[in-house]
Each structure stands twice: as structure tokens, then as C-alpha cells.
């Protein structure tokens, strides 16, 4: 059955087979695809955990939005420097994005959307040298605010544009997964436009060959970079989630010369790296979006060392030469599929 996608606020749970409820939807500019697996007579159950999960993103897309006047963001832009009142969540987040910044020594910035806004990867505009030279210096994740406590956000430099999409979507599927599990859910996947969470691992499908037993892991897959239709690598999680940086995902040739989405905060410019695509794999969502970044610009070398030194947090890089590295914890969980030749 192919899924819908529509507006979140009409979004109602449906099943695909028995024994799955799932809602469909598009917000932060991606398609949601939230399924919850149950037994005979529970799918009320699920409903209501699903509906909450719908309305939940929702609040999210009003309070994290940098286009809506009336959200956090943006009218933490308008008192600039001032601080004002947020929601509590938004004061996590931006508090918690603030940590990866750290320990990437700021290749991960939550205020690059102060040179982001001069790109467009739809036009394939690029910016001219002395436009990203005015705004890098008001590049500075360091002159954000936010008190968790207080539940106030204050963009200190009234030139930096805070960009929390880097971040967001591991953010809320974390939260997700917590009101799933208050509402009784074991065993549920969420997609929030690729970054996947997985709870409980796979329900039993005798009819599957080889047959599933309950609890099994997913096989979730690893996107080629070199060929975006067909996977690079299969990971086995029953619990967790997987996020994948690349180049592939947005860019534009322009003079000769291919330009990619993830920009270095030092240069404004897409990030030179021998890295085509990092995959993390993490137990929280969080981390897999706050370390991805990172990963992809470090290159090959030095990201694998880098995410082996964090408890609990895997890395899967797939260099330009097509070369899969990848840490130890996930020896056995791994499995590589090769590039298809083309002709």
C-alpha cells in the first residue's frame, strides 16, 4: 500500500496489515511516517498514542519554525539581544544542540543559518565571497542563550540566524518515542524524513522467508551516496536510531563544480571532505543528528576515532572512493552491499 501524505492537522491513524497502525503526514518540510505494532484489540491503544504523537509534532512545528512570526525562533530573532520567554522544550533543545557544538569544536554550529540564508540549492544560487565574508564573523553558537531553568532564549548578536533543522528532528523523535512508550507502545518505527527510530525490534511474521520472530532487529539501510536508489550497507538495531549525512542529499552543479548542502562554519562553504555520506547509530535520535555533521566533516581519518571515544554512539562512513569504514561496535551488525556497476 503506498502512503499518503497530507496536512498533520488531518491526519488519522489507518492500518496497512493487521496488527499495524500507522499516521502519515507532512511537517517540517518532510513526510512523518509513524507506525505502532499491536495485538488483536489494542489498536484503540495505539490510536490514541499515534494521535498524540500527530499533535505533538505539531507543537513542535510552531514552537521550532524559522519562517512562523509567532515561534520561538523567530521571536527570539525580533528581541534580539534580548532574551524572551520560550517553551521549555526549545530551551532544551537549543541547550542541548549547544553540547555537540562543543565537542565538535564548532563543525557543528547552530547559528549557520546565518550563511545558509545567502544559498539556494533550488536555484542553484551561490554567494558572493564578500557576502559570506560580513556574515561569518556572526557565525558563533557561543553567543546563544538558553536557560533551561527560566525557559528563556536570547540570541545574543542580532546578526546570527539560529538554525535548529541540524538537530530538531532527533530531538522530536526521541520525545516521540517517550510518549509511545507512556501510552504502553513496545513496538513501534518512526521516520521523520530519514532520521529512523526503532523500539521493540520487529514483530513476528511467520510468512516472511526467513520467518521473523518477535523481537528480531531491523535490517535498516544505509543510502549508496554513489547511487541514492539502491543501499550501501544493511545495519541490525531492535532499539535505536540511525541518521545519515551526505552530499547526495542536496546539491547543484554550477561552472564546473558541484556544490553540497553541509557548510563548513569556518568558510561558509560546502565542507571539503573525502566523506560522501556519515551514518550514525546511537540510542537516542539526538545523538545520531548531533554527531552526523561532525562526522561528515572530519573525514574519513579522524571521524571513525572521534565517534569511537562516545559511549554508546556508532559511526558507518562511506568515503568518496567508495571505502565503508565503520567502528567496532557494529563488526557484527553489518552488513556491506557493493556498488552496482553502471554502464
Not at 491513524?13 to 509513524?34: A, C, K, M
Request: charged share 25%.
Amino acid at each position: 500500500m503506498a502512503f499518503t501524505y497530507g496536512p498533520a492537522e488531518a491526519a488519522r491513524p489507518y492500518s496497512t496489515q493487521p496488527g499495524e497502525r500507522v499516521v502519515s503526514f507532512f511537517i517540517f518540510n518532510t513526510d512523518v511516517h509513524l507506525i505502532a505494532y499491536t495485538q488483536a484489540g489494542e489498536e484503540g491503544a495505539a490510536d490514541e498514542a499515534l494521535v498524540a504523537c500527530r499533535d505533538r509534532c505539531l507543537f513542535f512545528e510552531h514552537a521550532l519554525s524559522r519562517t512562523r512570526p509567532d515561534s520561538d525562533i523567530s521571536r527570539a530573532h525580533a528581541s534580539a539581544p534580548a532574551p524572551v520567554p520560550v517553551a521549555p522544550e526549545t530551551a532544551e533543545l537549543v541547550e542541548l544542540a549547544q553540547g555537540y557544538c562543543a565537542r565538535s569544536r564548532g563543525l557543528f554550529d547552530v547559528t549557520m543559518g546565518t550563511v545558509t540564508s545567502l544559498w539556494n540549492f533550488h536555484t542553484g544560487a551561490v554567494p558572493s565571497k564578500r557576502a559570506l565574508a560580513e556574515k561569518l564573523p556572526h557565525v558563533d553558537w557561543r553567543r546563544v542563550r538558553a536557560d533551561r531553568a527560566a525557559a528563556t532564549l536570547a540570541i545574543e548578536d542580532p546578526e546570527a540566524v539560529l538554525d535548529l533543522g541540524g538537530v530538531a528532528k532527533g530531538y522530536i523523535a526521541d520525545d516521540l518515542a517517550r510518549i509511545l512508550a507512556d501510552h504502553g507502545q513496545r513496538r513501534f518505527v518512526l521516520n521523520l524524513g530519514g532520521n529512523v527510530l526503532v523500539a521493540g525490534g520487529r514483530p513476528e511474521d511467520r510468512a516472511h522467508r526467513p520467518p521473523h520472530r518477535a523481537g528480531d532487529p531491523w535490517r535498516i539501510g544505509v543510502v549508496n551516496p554513489f547511487d541514492p536508489a539502491h543501499h550501501r550497507a544493511l545495519i541490525d538495531v531492535a532499539d535505536g536510531s540511525v541518521v545519515t549525512s551526505g552530499a547526495f542529499e542536496r546539491s547543484f552543479a554550477r561552472g564546473g563544480r558541484v556544490y553540497h548542502h553541509i557548510l563548513s562554519p569556518r568558510t561558509g562553504m560546502p565542507a571539503e571532505t573525502d566523506v560522501a555520506s556519515a551514518t550514525i547509530v546511537a540510542e537516542r535520535s539526538l545523538d545520531c543528528d548531533g554527531y552526523s555533521t561532525t562526522a561528515f566533516m572530519l573525514g574519513a581519518d579522524a571521524a571513525i576515532p572521534f565517534i569511537e571515544a562516545i559511549p554508546g554512539v556508532e559511526a558507518v562512513v562511506i568515503t568518496q572512493d567508495d571505502e565503508v569504514r565503520y567502528t567496532a561496535g557494529l563488526e557484527d551488525r553489518l552488513a556491506l552491499i557493493p556498488t552496482l556497476t553502471r554502464y
